[in-house]
T-cell receptor, first 109, second 115 residues
Framework: TQLLEQSPQFLSIQEGENLTVYCNSS?????LQWYRQEPGEGPVLLVT?????EVKKLKRLTFQFGDARKDSSLHITAAQPGDTGLYLCAYGGYQKVTFGIGTKLQVIP | SAVISQKPSRDICQRGTSLTIQCQVD?????MFWYRQQPGQSLTLIATANQGSEATYESGFVIDKFPISRPNLTFSTLTVSNMSPEDSSIYLC????????????FGQGTRLTVV
């Protein structure tokens, strides 16, 4: 059983479109993280959300932490081919990070 | 953050052979982590490498197949032993910062193909 459920698992969209990916759990977290892994690279931390209802923006990426701190979403506006990659939701517990299954995004030029 | 160098970045190996992957960190860390990422999949933790003690392996992974060394606080190796095509994966080294709300930092990974 996955602690963190991500959806969709695969997404292929045209350049310029908007998209949202989701990370859900039945557990309450003190924080959630989002990582992006580009082809041929290791995952890179994008953001950590720590407060229920928090919204963080990173250029065209908007991250939201649910009010109940059980879920998070990532919204990308006007997707670019450079956004292609695997987006991982994760929970940073005591000296251990647990990852969701990921959303594989392909942005077609 | 941390700068993590992993090598080799990729290799193609014959079945039955072994490959040792090296991971170097730019600062001293207590724990280093080794992950496997099978094609199209997310990350699966293989083991946690502590300096001065044996590595701690996750369920489904054993020391005979994935021996790990941790000679000092900035370096670790993972060996994939007696390889089969099923071992074809990306292997990632990681360090983590923080004790609560821990965040992970990764090397670029080693893409292993076993033929």
């Amino acid at each position: 059983t996955q602690l963190l459920e991500q959806s969709p698992q695969f997404l292929s969209i045209q350049e310029g479109e908007n998209l949202t990916v989701y990370c859900n759990s039945s557990s309450v977290f003190s924080s959630l993280q989002w990582y992006r892994q580009e082809p041929g690279e290791g995952p890179v931390l994008l953001v950590t959300v720590v407060t229920g209802g928090e919204v963080k923006k990173l250029k065209r990426l908007t991250f939201q932490f649910g009010d109940a701190r059980k879920d998070s979403s990532l919204h990308i506006t006007a997707a670019q081919p450079g956004d292609t990659g695997l987006y991982l939701c994760a929970y940073g517990g005591y000296q251990k990070v647990t990852f969701g299954i990921g959303t594989k995004l392909q942005v077609i030029p | 953050s941390a700068v993590i160098s992993q090598k080799p970045s990729r290799d193609i190996c014959q079945r039955g052979t072994s490959l040792t992957i090296q991971c170097q960190v730019d600062s001293q860390v207590t724990m280093m982590f080794w992950y496997r990422q099978q094609p199209g999949q997310s990350l699966t933790l293989i083991a946690t490498a502590n300096q001065g003690s044996e590595a701690t392996y996750e369920s489904g992974f054993v020391i005979d197949k994935f021996p790990i060394s941790r000679p000092n606080l900035t370096f670790s190796t993972l060996t994939v032993s007696n390889m089969s095509p099923e071992d074809s994966s990306i292997y990632l080294c990681s360090v983590e910062r923080g004790t609560t709300n821990t965040e992970a930092f990764f090397g670029q990974g080693t893409r292993l193909t076993v033929v």
